[in-house]
Protein backbone atom coordinates (compact mmCIF):
# COMPACT_ATOMS: atom_id res chain seq x y z
CA UNK A 1 0.00 0.00 0.00
CA UNK A 2 1.50 2.95 -1.03
CA UNK A 3 1.56 5.63 2.02
CA UNK A 4 0.67 8.74 -0.01
CA UNK A 5 -2.24 7.04 -1.76
CA UNK A 6 -3.43 6.14 2.06
CA UNK A 7 -3.03 9.74 3.54
CA UNK A 8 -4.66 11.13 0.50
CA UNK A 9 -7.59 8.59 0.84
CA UNK A 10 -8.06 9.31 4.42
CA UNK A 11 -7.53 13.05 3.71
CA UNK A 12 -10.62 12.82 1.10
CA UNK A 13 -12.34 10.52 3.98
CA UNK A 14 -12.19 13.01 6.38
CA UNK A 15 -13.50 16.32 4.20
CA UNK A 16 -16.50 14.18 3.50
CA UNK A 17 -17.25 13.31 7.13
CA UNK A 18 -16.00 16.24 9.14
CA UNK A 19 -17.48 15.79 12.08
CA UNK A 20 -14.72 12.64 12.28
CA UNK A 21 -11.70 13.17 14.37
CA UNK A 22 -8.41 12.50 12.38
CA UNK A 23 -8.14 8.87 14.48
CA UNK A 24 -12.22 7.92 13.81
CA UNK A 25 -11.76 9.18 10.10
CA UNK A 26 -8.21 6.49 9.83
CA UNK A 27 -10.47 3.86 11.32
CA UNK A 28 -13.60 4.20 9.22
CA UNK A 29 -11.43 4.96 5.63
CA UNK A 30 -9.82 1.17 6.24
CA UNK A 31 -12.95 -0.23 5.15
CA UNK A 32 -13.13 1.78 1.58
CA UNK A 33 -9.93 2.10 0.71
CA UNK A 34 -8.88 -0.05 -2.28
CA UNK A 35 -5.39 0.33 -3.24
CA UNK A 36 -4.03 0.04 -6.33
CA UNK A 37 -3.27 -3.00 -7.95
CA UNK A 38 -0.30 -4.85 -7.56
CA UNK A 39 0.96 -5.80 -10.80
CA UNK A 40 1.08 -9.32 -11.94
CA UNK A 41 4.35 -11.52 -11.41
CA UNK A 42 6.25 -12.63 -14.23
CA UNK A 43 6.65 -16.52 -14.39
CA UNK A 44 10.11 -18.08 -13.53
CA UNK A 45 10.83 -20.93 -16.31
CA UNK A 46 13.15 -22.37 -14.23
CA UNK A 47 10.59 -23.11 -11.62
CA UNK A 48 7.98 -24.33 -14.08
CA UNK A 49 11.02 -26.32 -15.51
CA UNK A 50 11.99 -27.62 -11.48
CA UNK A 51 7.89 -28.85 -11.26
CA UNK A 52 7.83 -29.67 -14.24
CA UNK A 53 11.07 -32.66 -13.48
CA UNK A 54 9.38 -33.10 -10.17
CA UNK A 55 6.14 -34.36 -11.53
CA UNK A 56 7.92 -37.04 -13.58
CA UNK A 57 9.91 -38.26 -10.45
CA UNK A 58 7.74 -38.15 -8.10
CA UNK A 59 9.19 -40.44 -5.97
CA UNK A 60 13.09 -38.32 -6.15
CA UNK A 61 13.94 -36.00 -3.25
CA UNK A 62 14.24 -32.26 -4.28
CA UNK A 63 17.90 -32.26 -4.09
CA UNK A 64 18.27 -34.68 -7.13
CA UNK A 65 15.13 -32.99 -8.45
CA UNK A 66 17.26 -29.58 -8.85
CA UNK A 67 20.34 -31.47 -10.34
CA UNK A 68 18.25 -33.24 -12.54
CA UNK A 69 16.64 -30.20 -13.79
CA UNK A 70 20.08 -28.48 -14.26
CA UNK A 71 21.63 -30.97 -16.89
CA UNK A 72 17.89 -30.31 -19.14
CA UNK A 73 17.53 -26.83 -18.47
CA UNK A 74 18.31 -24.59 -21.41
CA UNK A 75 17.97 -20.99 -21.54
CA UNK A 76 17.90 -20.10 -24.51
CA UNK A 77 15.92 -22.48 -27.45
CA UNK A 78 18.57 -22.25 -30.45
CA UNK A 79 21.69 -23.32 -28.32
CA UNK A 80 24.81 -22.29 -30.80
CA UNK A 81 26.86 -25.80 -32.18
CA UNK A 82 29.91 -26.12 -30.63
CA UNK A 83 33.00 -25.66 -32.86
CA UNK A 84 34.70 -29.16 -34.08
CA UNK A 85 38.01 -27.32 -33.78
CA UNK A 86 39.70 -23.79 -33.50
CA UNK A 87 42.29 -22.55 -35.64
CA UNK A 88 45.18 -20.88 -33.93
CA UNK A 89 47.26 -19.98 -36.76
Same mark, same amino acid.
Given at each position: ?9 ? /????? @? ?13 ? @? ?12 ? /? ?9 ? @??? #????? @? ?9 ? #? ?14
Amino acid at each position: MSRQAWLAHV /KAYRA @ENPSLSWREALDAAR @ESYKGPEAKPRKEN /KWLVHVMAVKT @ENP #TVSFK @EVLKLAKTSYH #TDTTVPPVPQSVDMS
